[in-house]
């Protein structure tokens, strides 16, 4: 921590859950937080990551129970949920936003049978579909996902506008991006894209992809791009200086990164996670359009293969604690998971249930609570279960301890 941290009159920290936990743990007892801002709340019912969020938190406000708490979080149906998971319900407010500011035309483009070059395309409106005609394509509506999604973006964007393609994967993120350029061809002159493409070459690897994609116009974003790459490509994009972005899940996690056009085909939340769920889809669907530069945004979901999108009607969805769910409704996996663990530690099937094992073993050796004593009559006896196991986990704990004390007290003591 700074020397000078106590003249400082205004501090303002950013950071994940994790390097949260990292300063409470690190710090030299001059650490005050005043208040903890929560972007993307609903988050907290992320298997993984969502217990870590909501375990951190409360460490927050053990160690600082006057801080303040905010939460944001779009499209949700019950934020007071968070205010009671924090036990801030007294005295606190929340409130539900039914209006967006820049409207999304949702567009489904589908095959025409028989005619591999035609498509046809609906406007959603409430859950119903007005027919907008077919349209001659110039190029054939079938192959790779990553192939004809590229075309489409091409295709229907204008020279002046941005767009994003959501893609489940890194690796179809890139193909994606690549396919994109080979459409496009022709290389830009615009010095930024330029400069850009030079630092990634000169500072990341002479062969880096994405250099030859920028110069035209055209990226990929995910997660493990260095932040100052993606902050770069966020501004680029900002300033309609790059034209496609070929994104994964990073967009639905606080990313400022608004377009006109959004494509976007079966989204998934990455590898083995399954379909993006209703509150995911539309707070995607409401990054087409940039506020304050233009009234609407287009949505283009492209049905190349069968999917459901969500429905329209009621794009609210519940928020939930990943870590309350592990332990009301997946009891018995969890007792299952802990009496019997994976045979390798690469396994991540079982990630929700170490994450939900290690807050309980935690909280059972930090103030000896039992999950046992909360728990309603279906839960009661595997908990109790549970309990008789942490206690034997617990005793070599205590012998361990015990045995560090006595030998430090040996090693100290003069006579």
Not at 31 to 47: P, R
Not at 192 to 221: I, M, N, T
Not at 384 to 404: I, K, N
Request: net charge neutral.
């Amino acid at each position: 921590m700074p020397d000078d941290i106590e003249q400082t009159a205004k501090l303002l920290y950013v950071v994940t859950q994790e390097r949260l936990a990292t300063l409470l743990t690190s710090g030299d007892g001059r650490l005050k937080i005043d208040a903890v801002i929560v972007d993307e709340a609903h988050e907290i019912g992320e298997s993984d990551c969502g217990q870590t969020l909501e375990r951190v938190l409360a460490m927050t406000l053990s160690r600082f129970p006057d801080a303040r708490l905010f939460f944001s979080s779009p499209l949700r149906s019950n934020p007071e949920v968070l205010l009671h998971l924090f036990g801030r319900q007294q005295q606190a407010q929340h409130f539900i936003e039914h209006l967006s500011p820049v409207t999304q035309n949702i567009i489904d483009v589908h095959h025409v049978s028989g005619r591999p070059r035609r498509a046809r395309m609906e406007l959603v409106v409430d859950d119903q579909s007005a027919a907008l005609g077919e349209v001659e394509l110039p190029f054939a509506f079938r192959g790779s996902s990553a192939s004809y999604m590229a075309k489409f973006a091409v295709h229907f964007t204008k020279s002046d506008d941005t767009s994003i393609v959501y893609c489940s994967e890194r690796a179809i993120a890139d193909k994606t991006a690549l396919e994109m350029a080979n459409q496009i061809g022709a290389e830009s002159d615009d010095p930024e894209l330029s400069d850009l493409a030079h630092f990634l070459r000169e500072e990341v690897h002479h062969q880096y992809r994405l250099a030859a994609l920028v110069r035209k116009g055209v990226a990929f974003h995910y997660g493990n791009i260095p932040q100052i790459i993606r902050g770069r490509l966020e501004e680029l994009l900002r300033e309609k200086k790059l034209r496609f972005v070929c994104c994964t899940s990073t967009l639905l996690q606080g990313m400022n990164l608004p377009a006109k056009n959004i494509f976007v085909e079966n989204p998934q939340r990455g590898r083995g996670k399954g379909p993006m769920a209703k509150g995911d889809f539309w707070n995607l669907v409401g990054r087409a359009g940039r506020l304050s530069k233009e009234f609407h945004g287009n949505v283009f979901c492209i049905h190349g293969k069968d999917w459901e999108r969500p429905a329209a009607t009621d794009r609210l969805a519940p928020i939930e604690s990943a870590f309350e769910v592990s332990t009301r409704e997946r009891t018995a996996e969890l007792l299952q998971a802990i009496q019997e663990p994976p045979q390798s530690a690469e396994s991540r099937e079982l990630a929700w249930a170490e994450m939900t094992y290690a807050r309980i073993y935690a909280e059972f050796l930090g103030s000896g609570r039992r999950m046992a004593d909360s728990a309603d009559e279906a839960t009661r006896e595997q908990f109790a279960v549970l309990t008789s196991f942490l206690r034997t986990l617990r005793e070599p704990y205590r012998t361990r301890s015990l045995r560090t004390t006595s030998t430090s007290t040996r090693r100290d003591w003069k006579p």
